[in-house]
T-cell receptor, first 111, second 116 residues
Framework: SQTIHQWPATLVQPVGSPLSLECTVE??????LYWYRQAAGRGLQLLFY??????ISSEVPQNLSASRPQDRQFILSSKKLLLSDSGFYLCAWNRDFRGAFFGQGTRLTVV | AQKITQTQPGMFVQEKEAVTLDCTYDTSDPSYGLFWYKQPSSGEMIFLIY??????QNATEGRYSLNFQKARKSANLVISASQLGDSAMYFCAMREFNNAGNMLTFGGGTRLMVKP
């Protein structure tokens, strides 16, 4: 069966520091991968998606970037965090027309 | 324009009663899928139910059913016999088949609180 791992679960980072969140999927090949952000009490906003290695599409302009160095690995990064980057970040995958399956999420607080 | 609208920010329901969570959507794509997810306080997103735009019957999964009214562009979630563990945020989402990345667009969510 397929599983998705996302870490860390929580993170507190100072403004201006770098960020790296990692997501990996097991039990499938060539998945579509996604990074979503959720502000407190709000819905999910799609940040990036990837349909293959090295292929990244950005949905909104922002302080963040994403990379897909391997088929089942998706990384969310920032060179310098802003206070507004705080939120709950969710990685997800799918492979076909069905809905996405989500990781456990990372709660990021920028202080 | 909002693609997915959930007009109820919060709902209360008595334990063991049924509750309907509203969702309306907007798309010009004839082929699409509609989804409901549950998000408990832990934050994980749990898939509940799926309805395809060409499905003739309303989807059901245990205590969950989707009241799909295509002409009205609505896809309401019905939870029967509410349980205390149903207290959570609920999100409606849509996938349009003509989008390259198969991504989901989410509504703003409804917080459901089940009273004992």
């Amino acid at each position: 069966s397929q599983t998705i791992h996302q870490w860390p679960a929580t993170l507190v980072q100072p403004v201006g520091s770098p960020l790296s969140l990692e997501c990996t999927v097991e039990g499938t090949s060539n998945p579509n991968l996604y990074w979503y952000r959720q502000a407190a009490g709000r819905g999910l906003q799609l940040l990036f998606y990837s349909v293959g290695i090295g292929q990244i599409s950005s949905e909104v302009p922002q302080n963040l970037s994403a990379s897909r160095p391997q088929d089942r690995q998706f990384i969310l990064s920032s060179k310098k965090l802003l206070l507004s980057d705080s939120g709950f970040y969710l990685c997800a995958w799918n492979r076909d027309f069905r809905g996405a399956f989500f990781g456990q999420g990372t709660r990021l607080t920028v202080v | 324009a909002q693609k997915i609208t959930q007009t109820q920010p919060g709902m209360f329901v008595q334990e063991k009663e049924a509750v309907t969570l509203d969702c309306t959507y907007d798309t010009s794509d004839p082929s699409y899928g509609l989804f409901w997810y549950k998000q408990p306080s832990s934050g994980e997103m749990i898939f509940l139910i799926y309805q395809g735009s060409y499905d003739q019957q309303n989807a059901t999964e245990g205590r969950y059913s989707l009241n799909f009214q295509k002409a009205r562009k609505s896809a309401n979630l019905v939870i029967s016999a509410s349980q205390l563990g149903d207290s959570a945020m609920y999100f409606c989402a849509m996938r349009e088949f003509n989008n390259a990345g198969n991504m989901l667009t989410f509504g703003g969510g409804t917080r459901l609180m089940v009273k004992p």
